[in-house]
């Protein structure tokens, strides 16, 4: 069979012919109880993907990329009395900066260098300093460079200095541990079309139940207010019409997940990717631009090769059917990423060797 355009960007994904094929389904309205079935169904099987998140979180469903997901948590949770902290060390991170700031909320930062780490001797300083804080936001795995930030710690700081934990895991859900049994995590935002295999529109955060009970929205926008979603998704509707395509394309991708095997199954694939990935362009003398340690299992940023500009780059393997992605900000010059989320075929990859290695020669 021929295979379509790869894409090896951080979503959208190249997507199954199972998952493809569910966007042929019958049209629904929204309002139909039909619809509702369907969104109570994948919230469930939201929920129950990280079985620890079963019991204690909700899964809100709403229609957007995977920033729509991370701005209206940050709207409805992020206090307006109290401060939030947010800790950077990417694009992403920042970003959650500029939306807390646009909206006027009170902030702090621990800004990091893309490079590092989180910088938690810097946090337990902020955290100590400020007992204002009450809430903590950061990214799993920062796609700026691949990092996979080491939330435990984190989250610990969170526990000692009674802070709730708020988590950026558009780009690891359904593929990394996140450690729904943590008692400090408070809501978790993602998307669909990234390690869940399903396609852009459907964007939603898992929130922890009792806060619908606890705390009033702090939301300032109407379409982006969690605790409205909460309320009518208790049937299965929502407050505005939702990607009902990209709903019938998720519930298709949620199941696939679950019959082959769940997130670490999904995590063990990947890993066996991106591992072949990283071998062979480092043995071709293309550096990763991390600790090889430091990554996630599906994005790997690496120094462009000696004398390549990426454009260059882009345009010869897209060319023979592989789109790549370039750095961002500051490293757009030095790097570039390849991802393995999406339905990657061993055989894929043996294409994508042999075109770097006769484009390098
Ligand atoms: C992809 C991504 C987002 C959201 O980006 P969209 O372009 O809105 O899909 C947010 N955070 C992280 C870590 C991401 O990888």
């Given at each position: 069979m021929n295979r379509p355009t790869?894409?090896?960007?951080?979503?959208p994904v190249t997507l199954s012919e199972r998952v493809r094929n569910a966007l042929l389904r019958e049209d629904q309205c929204h309002r139909e109880p039909e619809f509702a079935e369907l969104m109570l169904d994948i919230k469930a099987r939201l929920s129950r993907l990280y079985p620890q998140a079963a019991a204690e979180f909700d899964a809100v469903v709403m229609t957007g990329s995977g920033t729509c997901a991370v701005e209206a948590m940050i709207a409805s949770l992020a206090p307006t009395k109290g401060r939030t902290l947010i800790v950077s060390n990417g694009v992403y991170g920042e970003r959650i900066s500029a939306m807390l700031e646009m909206m006027g909320r009170p902030a702090a930062e621990v800004r990091c260098d893309w490079l590092s780490e989180m910088d938690l001797t810097a946090v337990a300083m902020q955290l100590s300093a400020d007992p204002q804080i009450s809430h903590v936001v950061a990214v799993h795995n920062e796609t700026t460079t691949g990092r996979l930030n080491d939330i435990e710690p984190l989250a610990d700081l969170c526990r000692q200095h009674d802070a709730y934990l708020m988590l950026d895991a558009v780009s690891s859900f359904g593929a990394e541990a996140i450690?729904?049994?943590?008692?400090?995590?408070?809501a978790v935002a993602a998307t669909s079309n990234k390690c869940l295999h399903a396609i852009v529109g459907c964007a939603f955060v898992m929130v922890r139940k009792r806060v619908f009970e606890e705390r009033k929205s702090q939301a300032n926008t109407l379409y982006l207010d969690l605790f409205s979603y909460h309320q009518a998704q208790q049937e299965g509707f929502s407050p505005f019409t939702q990607a009902t395509h990209s709903c019938f394309a998720l519930q298709e991708a949620l199941m696939e997940l679950d019959e082959s095997g769940g997130w670490q199954a999904r995590r063990d694939r990947y890993r066996t990717l991106s591992g072949r990935i990283r071998n062979h362009l480092n043995a071709l003398g293309i550096p990763c631009l991390l600790a090889r340690e430091a990554y996630s299992s599906m994005i790997t940023s690496f120094g462009l090769p000696e004398g390549w500009r990426y454009p260059d780059l882009h345009d010869r393997l897209c060319s023979k059917g592989f789109v790549i992605y370039a750095g961002q900000g500051a490293l757009y010059h030095d790097m570039f990423r390849i991802c393995n989320m999406g339905d990657i075929r061993d055989e894929d990859l043996l294409r994508l060797f042999d075109c770097l290695t006769a484009i390098l020669d």
């Open positions: 790869l894409l090896l960007n951080p979503g450690d729904f049994s943590h008692p400090n995590l408070l």
